[in-house]
């Protein structure tokens, strides 16, 4: 189990932060006008434009938890006596698929505007493995501690 760990949970930090750098999806607009933005950028247009709740929201639950819960799966996997780490990552794995959800919805409202097209790009893919590889690691530490 830890050599498991000890391989997903590197990639799932990679992944990790590629997920948040490199453009989540291309945006056409009107045959001619292209975006690419990453999440960050996405967060960031939101909150210039006086979006802040929805910006808040996609910068918690997309941004900042899966940080903190990857930091947290770091420490559970590292030290043998954290149960506190184990406790509050159970608590966050709770919350582990807002942020996918989130991303979903952003290209959902693309697609759906009738203004734009949206296709993803390797930056969403990361992002899914990340979530995808913290959770099989999250699975795997509380398998070790029982």
Request: hydrophobic share 60%.
């Amino acid at each position: 189990m830890s050599v498991l760990i000890g391989f997903l949970l590197p990639i799932a930090t990679f992944s990790f932060a590629l997920g948040l750098t490199l453009p989540l999806m291309k945006l056409e607009r009107l045959y001619f006008l292209e975006e690419t933005p990453s999440l960050l950028e996405i967060t960031g247009a939101l909150y210039e434009e006086g979006e802040l709740l929805i910006s808040g929201a996609i910068l918690i639950f997309s941004i900042v938890l899966p940080a903190i819960k990857l930091l947290v799966l770091h420490v559970a996997a590292v030290g043998h006596e954290n149960r506190w780490a184990l406790r509050l990552m159970i608590t966050l794995g709770k919350w582990s698929m807002m942020d996918v959800m989130l991303v979903a919805l952003v290209i959902f409202a693309a697609k759906t505007s009738g203004l734009a097209s949206a296709s993803s790009l390797p930056g969403l893919w990361f992002y899914a493995v990340a979530t995808l590889f913290s959770a099989v690691s999250a699975l795997a530490c509380q398998y070790m501690r029982r």
